[in-house]
Structures are given as structure tokens and as C-alpha cells.
């Protein structure tokens, strides 16, 4: 696809960089919610653009953002076997949030409201945890989550709808009745 005078490895770094771009944020997010570490997520997500860097392009740019987001969990599942440690995010996340014109009161609300989320998340199967967060956080369709988890597209379906049917049990009416209208 390159014009004949520009060189391949221009090209394959043109390739990277673009996707550097746009999915290294995303990616860091979501080795986050495996590693619970946004330090050893973003060496996660480093190397997966290494091994991206490695890949034929022709290959790979069909599906990239899949592609991405499967080798990113596999590393991130590997880091987890090796290290078998796990670290609190909530409060990472807590110290995320931007927190310009929010009185003390408000933010306290938040933290409350996302502490209940993640209490009601933790309540899930692992598989469903991780549908609801690829669905939501990361926006991938059902074929990109089938390719990054390796589950059948009707699998994921009923993972994303038994996780957020149960998901309103453990949430407080107010919280479930101000979600939107997707999750409600």
C-alpha cells in the first residue's frame, strides 16, 4: 500500500505511531483493571505496541483494535501470574477524577457512588467484570470483545446482560435510575 519511494520501516512507524495515537489512553485503562497499577499498566501497554511494532501490518490493520486489546490482556495476565499481587484502585481512580468546582460535599457523593459501583462490580464473576468493562469503559462491540476475551459473540451477550441485570441488584435504586439509558 506504501508508494514505492517510502520505506517500509517509515511506513510500519507511520502505522505505529498512528496507533499510538489512538488507543494507547484506552489501553492503559483497561491494563489497569487487571493490574490495579497504572505504572505496570503502562508497561504493559508498551509492550504490546513492541510486539505491534513486530507484527506484519497487513495483518494486523484489519482488526487492530482488537488485535491491541487481546495481546494487552494477555500481558496483563501474564504480569498477574508472575507477580500475584493486586493493588486497590479505587483509589487511584478517586484520584483520577478531576476535582475543579466540585464542593467537598459533591465529592464525597462521587467517591460514595463510585465506591458502590466498584463494590457491585467486585460481586460479579470475573467474565462478567470483564464484559461490562470492555463494553463501557473501553466502548469495543461484541466481535472485538469475543476477540479479545476468545468467548463466542453470543457468550459475551449474555455475560453483558446476566453482569448487568445482576449489577442492578447490588446497585442502590437511585444510583441504577441515574444511569444511562444503555445500562437502566
Known sequence: MAEESE????????????????????????????LHDVE???????????????QDIEKVKGGLKAWLFTVCRNRALDVIRKERRMMGL????????PSERRTPSERADLEERIGQVH????RLSENQREIILLKFEQGLS??????????????VGFLL??????????????????L???IA
Do not use: C, W
Open 90 to 97: 479505587e483509589e487511584e481512580q478517586i484520584a483520577r477524577l
Open 180 to 182: 444511562s439509558p444503555q
Open 142 to 155: 461484541y466481535q472485538e470483545m469475543s476477540q479479545v476475551t476468545g468467548l463466542s459473540s453470543s457468550n
Open 119 to 122: 463494590e457491585a462490580l467486585n
Open 161 to 178: 446482560h446476566t453482569g448487568l441485570k445482576r449489577l442492578r441488584v447490588f446497585l442502590p435504586d437511585d444510583l441504577v435510575q441515574n
Open 7 to 34: 520505506d517500509p520501516v517509515t511506513t510500519r512507524e507511520k502505522f505505529v505511531s498512528g496507533a499510538l495515537i489512538e488507543f494507547e489512553s484506552p489501553l492503559i485503562g483497561y491494563a489497569t483493571t487487571f
Open 40 to 54: 505496570r499498566a503502562r508497561d504493559v501497554v508498551q509492550e504490546t505496541f513492541m510486539r505491534l511494532y513486530q
